[in-house]
């Protein structure tokens, strides 16, 4: 039976229930949500996004979206669980506020509008709605999307799944020139190969793929480049004696999780083993620290301290990891600076790392459900040196 990403109209029938039972309690009577995140979130529409505002809005009876004439019958097609308002073009003769203005006519009460909208539009919505009595920011949708419904993690485990997939046929591809002897693969090579086959996996074991920006793609870096966090694929060669990271993911439904494996091409030196061993320890430490009812810094603590402790402090790059939900990257954030209390249904990654300049980079990360029981890796591709040496 194929796997479904569709979420159904029940579904975003709770998510308007308990938008609109926050409303209440904030004193907000119309919300507006513009950014792509939100707008999947709240009514199941992807688009491409571009300077055309799409924007969703509730109130305490109906639930609408704003779009370009050129998104209605891709709405209509999607099943979109909001009603459409239709603008004809950006900038617009008739510009798109004001349509959504006229659509609520004689409205005064309290306008809410999302913190991740563009400030160029707080003017413009303050015009459309003129007689409002207030017009302020929200974060009410923001903060419910940080614990994810039963629904949205069965999707985030299908890709997690196909990221852990991601990861093995990058290994294999590599693996399979090793035993042919011949040139082996780029960077971007084994990006654009990955890539497409996990969007052939898609398409062939789902119905109602939710096509979305970064369906799946990743980073591909090796040798002294692995060094470089998110360092873009090249054409740079894979060697043998060299590391690389294939930091690979995708969205399933619009639901993101990702897969990374540091891999030694060849017997690993006696100095790489020493790194690798550092950066393993830590990201398990990490992990193991994700547990309900602790904060996100102490995660992060813990593991860069194991790091500094280590002596290799002076390698250290960045945080241990970030909310992954709709988007690769959101809230909450695991770094020292965020005592954001970790909460069952919320997901995190998990990628403390090590970085030697003009040497290598060491990363290993997961995507973790923080859950009753304790932390679930939804990513398990091995790690073990043993799993990791490609030869």
């Not at 994810?148 to 069965?154: A, L, V």
Request: aromatic share 8%.
């Amino acid at each position: 039976m194929a796997f479904s990403q569709r979420l159904g109209a029940q579904f975003y029938a709770k998510i308007h229930s308990d938008i609109r039972a926050r409303m209440e309690a904030a004193g907000i009577d119309l919300l507006l949500l513009d950014s792509n995140d939100d707008v999947i979130y709240t009514t199941g529409f992807s688009h491409y996004t571009t300077e055309r505002p799409v924007v969703f809005a509730i109130t305490a009876t109906g639930a609408f979206l704003l779009i370009p004439e050129l998104e209605r019958s891709h709405a209509t097609h999607q099943e979109i669980a909001a009603e459409p308002i239709v603008y004809f073009e950006f900038p617009g003769i008739d510009k798109p506020f004001d349509v959504l203005g006229r659509a609520f006519a004689g409205f005064k009460g309290t306008v809410a509008y999302s913190h991740a909208i563009s400030l160029a539009r707080v003017p413009q919505i303050e015009a459309a709605f003129s007689n409002a009595e207030r017009v302020i920011p929200s974060n009410i949708v923001q903060q419910m999307r940080l614990k994810k419904h039963p629904e949205e993690i069965r999707l985030h485990r299908e890709a997690a799944r196909l990221s852990d997939k991601m990861v093995e046929v990058g290994v294999e591809m590599i693996r399979d020139a090793m035993r042919k002897g011949g040139a082996l693969p780029s960077e971007v090579e084994i990006e654009s190969y990955v890539s497409r086959q996990a969007m052939r996996t898609m398409h062939e074991e789902h119905e109602d793929v939710m096509l979305v920006q970064g369906l799946a793609s990743g980073l591909v870096y090796s040798g002294q480049r692995s060094a470089f966090p998110h360092g873009m694929p090249t054409g740079n060669p894979v060697k043998i004696g060299e590391s690389i990271i294939l930091s690979l993911g995708c969205r399933v439904g619009g639901r993101a999780a990702e897969s990374e494996r540091t891999f030694f091409i060849g017997e690993p030196s006696k100095v790489q083993q020493e790194h690798y061993a550092v950066a393993f320890e830590a990201q398990r430490m990490a992990t193991a620290a994700l547990i309900a009812g602790r904060t996100c810094a102490s995660a992060d603590n813990l593991a860069l301290a194991f790091i500094r402790d280590s002596g290799m402090g002076e390698y250290l790059l960045h945080r241990v990891g970030h909310g992954m939900g709709i988007m690769f990257h959101e809230p909450p954030w695991v770094e020292g600076g965020d005592q954001t209390i970790l909460e069952p249904g919320m997901i995190t990654s998990s990628e403390p790392a090590i970085f030697v300049p003009d040497f290598a980079g060491y990363r290993i990360a997961d995507t973790v459900l923080i859950a009753e029981g304790g932390p679930d890796s939804m990513t398990v591709y091995p790690r073990q040196l043993d799993d990791i040496v490609v030869a």
